[in-house]
């Protein structure tokens, strides 16, 4: 069945600080991916998105290519702020599906000033 | 701009009481859905609902009813409140095929 897998957290960083939060899936044919974040208290909230290989998502700063080769959709940022400070979760909807999204565990990114 | 309503959004129940977690959503969406999150297990479905008149089971579902009688609403009841349901609730609503949840900010409901 589909799966997906993130790295553990809490990850921590000190503000300005180069960001990667990795995610690989398991999945047949060719599943659309997602990063969602969630700030403190709130609900969770969508971030970027691509749908097939080799697309790029970008929000915010925040990237993340679709790699077929690797089943991978790691999330990056350049420079991270404290207002980065946040649990991010990585998901995919696979082929057979018009809603259901499959999730990780999510990630808890702190950032230092 | 409403998106998804949740309420309450704080509650405290003892063992066995019953309440109802009320979520209604302004986009016309087909899909809504009912999530729990606990610390260090991510967001487990408990069930969801592709129009009205429909609903299924999702991951979790035991000790748990809904019903789905407009597009607009999904309420979510406990019968028989467990310690174990202690958690925060999340409601979150699709649009056909955009895999693009939409969360309301949650209901923490603590079961004593």
């Known amino acids: 069945g589909n799966s997906v897998t993130q790295m553990e957290g809490p990850v921590t960083l000190s503000e300005e600080a180069f960001l990667t939060i990795n995610c690989t899936y398991t999945?047949?044919?060719?599943?659309?991916l997602f990063w969602y974040v969630q700030y403190p208290g709130e609900g969770l909230q969508l971030l970027l998105k691509?749908?097939?290989a080799d697309d790029k998502g970008s929000n915010k700063g925040f990237e993340a290519t679709y790699r077929k080769e690797t089943t991978s959709f790691h999330l990056e940022k350049g420079s991270v702020q404290v207002s980065d400070s946040a649990v991010y979760f990585c998901?995919?909807?696979?082929?057979?599906?018009?809603?259901?999204?499959?999730w990780g565990a999510g990630t808890k990114l702190i950032i230092k000033p | 701009n409403a998106g998804v309503t949740q309420t309450p959004k704080f509650q405290v129940l003892k063992t066995g009481q019953s309440m109802t977690l009320q979520c209604a959503q302004d986009m016309n969406h087909e899909y809504m859905s009912w999530y729990r999150q606990d610390p260090g297990m991510g967001l487990r479905l408990i069930h969801y609902s592709v129009g009205a008149g429909i609903t299924d089971q999702g991951e979790v579902p035991n000790g748990y009813n809904v019903s789905r009688s407009t597009t607009e609403d999904f309420p979510l009841r406990l019968l028989s409140a467990a310690p174990s349901q202690t958690s925060v609730y999340f409601c979150?609503?699709?649009?056909?095929?955009?895999?693009?949840?939409?969360f309301g900010e949650g209901s923490r409901l603590t079961v004593l």
């Open positions: 999945a047949t044919g060719y599943p659309s």
């Open positions: 998901a995919l909807r696979g082929m057979d599906s018009n809603y259901q999204l499959i």
């Open positions: 691509a749908t097939k």
């Open positions: 979150a609503t699709s649009g056909r095929g955009t895999g693009e949840l939409f």
